[in-house]
């Protein structure tokens, strides 16, 4: 089974970014669709964006659209999440995870996950 990891968080003050990372040791990404997830303490986890296998399609939640960006790079090794202006509210432990070719808004349609990458926004 293919392990997933997460890289990239850490604690940044509110307005500044941060870019998560998300492989498998250079395993290829090509047949991956690639979502970003986020859980809060006493929070459901939440998607927040999702790039296809194809990357035609990317998708973000309410709360990311126009702060967030998922893109692959590395030769389709790693997918990134660019997260700009950063809020107290996007503190979460953030979480890669992968199934086959299409995205999903629904996390149990994704197979495989890493372990999070935490992420804290201060005042």
């Known amino acids: 089974q293919v392990q997933f990891v997460e890289s990239g968080g850490g604690l940044v003050q509110s307005g500044g970014s941060l870019r998560l990372s998300c492989g498998a040791s250079?395993?290829?990404?090509?047949?991956?669709?690639i979502g970003w997830f986020r859980q809060a303490p006493g929070k459901e986890r939440e998607v927040i964006s999702c790039i296809s296998s194809t990357n035609v399609t990317t998708n973000y939640a309410d709360s990311a659209k126009g702060r967030f960006t998922i893109s692959r790079g590395n030769a389709n090794k790693l997918v990134y999440l660019q997260m700009n202006s950063l809020k107290p509210e996007d503190t979460a432990v953030y979480y890669c995870a992968t199934r086959p070719r299409r995205c999903s808004g629904l996390s149990h349609d994704y197979r495989y996950w890493g372990l999070g990458t935490r992420v804290t926004v201060s005042s």
């Open positions: 250079g395993f290829p990404l090509d047949y991956y669709a």
